[in-house]
């Protein structure tokens, strides 16, 4: 019995000491990943809060907490132009640094994977999220021609129409209107009307499921990247994000094939996605796949329609805000299009000073995609020194467009500060992004939102109401910036 006992005894020790000898092992290694973390790290001098040098879980709070761009404006403003954002990543906020991270380069940084996967709905990359330089340069190749300023103008007199139902409509409404929903639909009808050949028409009340689905899914999937279990999460909106991916790729393939049916028969008229369609790569010989037809046309949709409907939104209400400016864009306007029966061209509106003023001063201040672009340095020197191979970095527009010095009194919204920028503004004001991988779509944006905005006050008088309050438009961080109150309510009446 006793050497049972015993036997029995040193059996249950020896697995006691085990474990315990494992959970000092797992200890011991993750106090010495954050001493390492700390001061041994090649980015250890870098200056940064404590918490994020130890864990990658601060930028993942931050981010599912729509709190990403302004921590890290908040953390320039306190430790520098340089922050250590992460264990293995750095943000900056000075004018070199851009073209070392963003610029043409024979060693250049790619985009980080870590992020930009999350955008995928098919495992397929789009002209936006795909990290691999020649497969980018091989897609802007196929889309050069419709994205082009001369290719979008050849869709001006579809934008003008669906312009014009969208002032209809809110102009007939109740006053004071609610102008956020109008305004994204109007955008949202022009992408689906130049991207398939057939508009969603939620300007004439028509609902679109596919719509929809786009919006939910791309509101959560920048967190795929940063923390993939979240694909999986069943509640919330991880569980509607997770819902609506196949829809998504099932209404998109039906509109995929429902132009290409028409194409067939000859009754499909020019569109961004015809020319996708039919587009051949000169140097590959290649085509779009299925796949890549079905990612590139939701991001479409979706960067081609809440982007400019916010910057619009914002434009509004800042003028809104200070009726001698909007006077003032009222006249040059006015005077521009005198005859209201003459619906305004963007071939006028692109050279007229203050409008052009005003909406880099929106971009600047309110603009929709000031956020985080994560790269990978390849080893390099990036703002004056050497940053490793394998570091993430990055440069907020957020951050650079309220630099003191490019920029005095950054907080205050002056669009005559445009009149004659200086180099460093240029260089500090990304509104498109920079680079080689900037904004396929900024000939679209541009042409929509300055016809828009000349249409509005040619034909209308615009008050903003006092029912629109300031919380309403704190801007709402979801990789693209939003109205957070998604409410712009102005009185919209016509001109006698």
């Not at 829809?247 to 039906?254: E, L």
């Amino acid at each position: 019995m006793d050497s049972e006992y015993w036997s029995w005894s040193w059996s249950e020790g020896h697995r006691w000491s085990v474990w315990t000898l494992l959970v000092a092992l797992t200890l011991g290694r993750l106090l010495w990943v954050m001493v390492y973390r700390v001061f041994f790290h090649p980015l250890a001098a870098y200056p940064g809060p404590f918490a994020s040098k130890l864990s990658d879980l601060p930028a993942i709070f931050y981010a599912a907490t729509t709190q990403d761009t302004y921590v890290r404006y908040a953390q320039h403003r306190k430790y520098g132009s340089v922050v250590r954002t992460g264990p293995n990543e750095l943000c900056f906020s000075d004018a070199a640094s851009i073209k070392d991270i963003y610029g043409q380069s024979g060693e250049p940084c790619l985009k980080a994977p870590f992020l930009y996967d999350g955008f995928t709905l098919t495992g397929t990359s789009s002209v936006f999220s795909t990290t691999d330089r020649n497969l980018h340069a091989r897609m802007r190749r196929l889309m050069s021609h419709g994205f082009s300023q001369q290719g979008v103008l050849q869709f001006q007199s579809d934008i003008i129409a669906k312009v014009e139902r969208f002032l209809h409509n809110v102009s007939s409404a109740a006053q004071p209107v609610n102008i956020h929903d109008p305004a994204h639909e109007l955008y949202r009808d022009t992408i689906s009307l130049l991207s398939f050949g057939q508009s969603f028409n939620l300007l004439e009340g028509k609902e679109s499921q596919g719509a929809k689905d786009i919006e939910t899914y791309f509101n959560i999937c920048p967190l795929f990247g940063r923390f993939p279990l979240a694909k999986y999460l069943p509640f919330g909106d991880f569980g509607a994000a997770r819902d609506a991916r196949p829809r998504i790729i099932k209404f998109s393939q039906s509109c995929i094939d429902d132009l290409r049916q028409r194409l067939r028969k000859g009754t499909v008229q020019s569109s961004l996605l015809r020319h996708m369609v039919e587009a051949k790569d000169g140097e590959t010989g290649t085509e779009f796949s299925n796949e890549e037809l079905i990612e590139n046309v939701v991001i479409f949709i979706l960067a081609g329609s809440g982007t400019t409907a916010t910057t619009l939104i914002y434009l509004l209400y800042e003028l809104g805000k200070r009726p001698e400016m909007q006077k003032r864009l009222e006249d040059e306007i006015r005077n521009a299009f005198p005859d209201q029966s003459v619906f305004p061209n963007f071939e006028v509106a692109t050279d007229l000073p203050y409008l052009n003023c005003v909406v880099q001063e929106v971009l600047r201040l309110r603009g929709p995609i000031p956020t985080v672009a994560p790269r990978v340095s390849p080893g390099k020197i990036i703002g004056g020194k050497y940053v490793p191979a394998g570091v993430i970095v990055s440069n907020v527009p957020y951050s650079t467009q309220r630099d003191p010095t490019a920029f005095p009194n950054p907080e205050e919204f002056s669009p005559d500060r445009w009149a004659n920028p200086s180099p460093e503004m240029k260089i500090m004001h990304r509104p498109f992004a920079t680079g080689p991988r900037n904004c396929i779509g900024m000939h679209l944006a541009r042409v929509q939102l300055l016809i828009t905005v000349c249409a509005i006050y040619q034909r209308y008088e615009v008050e903003l109401d006092p029912k629109t309050t300031e919380e309403m438009m704190v801007m709402r961080d979801q990789g693209v910036m939003t109205a957070s109150g998604k409410q712009l309510w102005v009185n919209i009446t016509p001109r006698e």
